[in-house]
């Protein structure tokens, strides 16, 4: 209806381009009678409270009236919206507000991504600040890591969606040929054989090679093809809810440098060695893609608790996961797979072996500064992810939170718990 439209794009006015990953936003879910009546009087009423909306959707509710439908919306928190909305109930008697309060606001379109992953450990903040690094002396390498920061930095989400290429030297393409090397017998021996197909597909296509580092366009080039996943180059570190957020959308954000070369064994920061060689092969295995996207579409809007338990589960699967196969410890997980010196460590019998565990995971210690202390054995992989998925769809929250597709964007229900 063209006053619907109107009214939609009157009620937005301004508000999406100030959108911010803040808890300074609210999520609103109103049920409302799918009649044009109530729609367009509804509409007015948010026209008129003057309430600066960010983000604006209307659809057909989920639930089995299939008389209703259900507006969304994202607001800024304070005392005038929230007293706004809460009038809303008097518009119609049959209508009803699910106010989320204590729902993080969280990316729900592709314009939206471009408004997280901003709070990222700079580059050269562990090189200033940590004598350990391998790279603190070294005024080139630093240089450099700025200069890849600047271009890993430049990347939106609109238009072509092309990453941005590095041109790497001849000296780092050297120390990933050496890497390679150096982990071929590892991956040989250890490596869970879902790892292994991966690997092979993207050396037949010609993406990995010995010689030279991957660009992330290429990555992207490869799996265009199966939809699996979307590498988003990122500058550093992301905090564990943007990173996690990133995964609902199936984006996985990656660093474009390489670690320094006087201790290629040792990086106290995820580089590209640990981002291509650790984590690529494993998202050409749907199941693998899956349970990492059911990760991500949970952490959207979970509280910090639940946020943390599902941290932990990503930790010790997609990143420092085994199983059995055959009867022999395999690895799945990325940090084991680009590390040699944390696969000796998880091998060496002076360190846990524990029985795969999703409530005893979610709470289990963990130091970011040191490698492992315990591993969780998974006896069969297909079961792992499974009950993956389940915990993670059954993480408690007053909505329903689905990737569309067709749309790149996440649709969110209204959920009565």
């Known amino acids: 209806m063209p006053q619907l439209k109107k009214l939609e794009e009157e009620i937005l006015q301004g508000g999406r381009s100030t959108n911010k990953y803040s808890k300074d936003k609210l999520t609103f879910i109103l049920s409302i009678r799918k009649e044009p009546k109530a729609l367009i009087e509804t509409l007015e009423s948010l026209k008129n409270r003057k309430m600066n909306i960010s983000y604006f ?42 106010t989320l309060k204590e729902v ?64 790497y030297t001849e000296e780092e393409n050297k120390l990933w040929a050496y890497m390679w090397d150096e982990f071929q017998p590892m991956h040989e021996k250890y490596a869970f054989s879902a790892y292994k197909k991966g690997m092979k597909a993207l050396q037949e296509s010609g993406v990995f090679r010995r010689e030279k580092i991957p660009q992330i366009s290429e990555i992207n080039a490869h799996f265009a093809k199966t939809g699996n996943i979307y590498y988003k180059p990122t500058a550093g570190l992301l905090s564990g809810r943007e990173f996690l957020n990133f995964l609902a959308f199936k984006i996985f954000p990656s660093t474009q440098y390489i670690r320094h070369k006087s201790d290629p064994m040792f990086t106290p920061e995820p580089d ?99 490698i492992n202390v315990d591993y969780f054995i998974v006896p069969s992989y297909e079961e792992m992810a499974e009950k993956v998925r389940a915990y993670a769809t059954n993480i408690q929250r007053p909505f329903n939170a689905v990737y569309n597709e067709e749309t790149m964007s996440i649709d969110i229900y209204n959920k009565k718990i």
């Open 57 to 98: 959707k209307i659809q057909q509710s989920q639930e089995s009236e299939t008389g209703k439908a259900e507006v969304i919306m994202d607001v800024e928190n304070n005392e005038h919206n929230i007293s706004s909305l809460s009038k809303m109930r008097d518009i119609s008697s049959k209508g009803s507000t699910c």
């Open 104 to 167: 993080p606001w969280f990316p729900k379109t592709f314009e939206d991504l471009n408004c997280i992953g901003t709070d990222i450990q700079k580059a050269g903040e562990q090189l200033t600040s940590n004598m350990d690094h391998p790279g603190f002396n070294d005024q080139i390498y630093r240089a450099r890591r700025e200069e890849i920061a600047e271009i890993s930095s430049s990347f939106k989400f609109g238009g072509n969606n092309v990453c941005p290429d590095v041109k």
């Open 272 to 370: 590209l060695v640990h981002e291509f060689i650790g984590h690529t092969a494993m998202f050409n295995d749907n199941v693998f893609t899956e349970f990492s996207h059911a990760i991500g579409l949970a952490s959207l809007g979970a509280n910090d608790a639940d946020l943390d338990k599902l941290a932990r589960i990503y930790w010790y699967t997609i990143e420092f996961g085994f199983t059995k196969e055959n009867g022999e410890l395999k690895a799945y997980g990325g940090g084991l797979l680009s590390s040699p010196g944390e696969m000796s460590n998880a091998l060496s019998g002076k360190v846990g072996h524990l029985d795969f565990d999703l409530e005893k995971m979610g709470v289990h210690p963990i130091d970011y500064s040191d």
